[in-house]
């Protein structure tokens, strides 16, 4: 069965600092990995993506994320954090067995970015 | 280009109630699903639909939810005789038809509350 694994539940890093949020997987197959952000009360916003190609994805709001197929991760970084990143992140992976195409979430890391 | 619709926004109902919540997909998208988050807890996929059809509802509860998504309007989430564990928020995404995008796209979700 496809599944993720985000190890901390909080990070704490300040303003300005370079900031990682890890996410590990394990699926059967090649990977189809995504970031999400959440923010208090809101729906989830689509970061970035991992389908094929190169292993350093870019995303929105200059977030970017590294592929690494040896140790089967996916982290999400970001060179300049910003306070206004503080939020919610979920790490997820698409199960396409069959018909279906849904996807399997991480458990979530908090953000936290103080000033 | 309007984003995925969900409506109520917060949903207030007494033990023993239905509930029904609709969610209106991005313009062009033809598959919507639906997850369910429990409080402090990662996104649980629930239901995945096409006009019509339910694909895959290997997440939905056995008894009390049904799913649908009909050829005109938006797809329902109907939950009979309401308990207090159903109490959660219910996300709603969509995807297009074609493309090889896979990403998923969300509703700012509905918050059913139950009394």
């Known amino acids: 069965a496809q599944s993720v694994a985000q190890p901390e539940d909080q990070v704490n890093v300040a303003e300005g600092n370079p900031l990682t949020v890890k996410c590990t997987y394990s699926?059967?197959?090649?990977?189809?990995l995504f970031w999400y952000v959440q923010y208090p009360n809101r729906g989830l916003q689509f970061l970035l993506k991992?389908?094929?190609?190169?292993?350093l994805v870019k995303g929105s709001y200059g977030f970017e994320a590294e592929f690494n197929k040896s140790q089967t991760s996916f982290h999400l970084k970001k060179p300049s954090a910003l306070v206004s990143d503080s939020a919610l992140y979920f790490c997820a992976v698409r199960d396409g067995g069959g018909a279906t195409n849904k996807l399997i979430f991480g458990t979530g890391t908090l953000l936290a970015v103080q000033p | 280009n309007a984003g995925v619709m969900q409506n109520p926004r917060h949903l207030v109902r007494r033990r023993g109630q239905e509930a029904r919540l609709r969610c209106s997909p991005m313009?062009?998208?033809?598959?919507v699903y639906w997850y369910r988050q429990l409080p402090e807890e990662g996104l649980k996929f629930m239901v995945y639909?096409?006009?019509?059809?339910?694909?895959?509802e290997s997440g939905m509860p056995k008894e009390r939810f049904s799913a649908e998504f009909p050829k005109e309007g938006p797809s329902i989430l109907r939950i009979q005789q309401v308990v207090r564990g159903d109490s959660a928020a219910y996300f709603c995404?969509?995807?297009?038809?074609?493309?090889?995008?896979?990403?998923?796209?969300f509703g700012p979700g509905t918050r059913l509350t139950v009394t």
């Open positions: 995404a969509s995807s297009p038809l074609t493309g090889g995008s896979y990403e998923q796209y």
């Open positions: 639909l096409q006009k019509e059809n339910i694909i895959d």
């Open positions: 699926v059967s197959g090649n990977p189809y």
């Open positions: 991992y389908i094929t190609g190169d292993n």
């Open positions: 313009k062009g998208h033809s598959h």
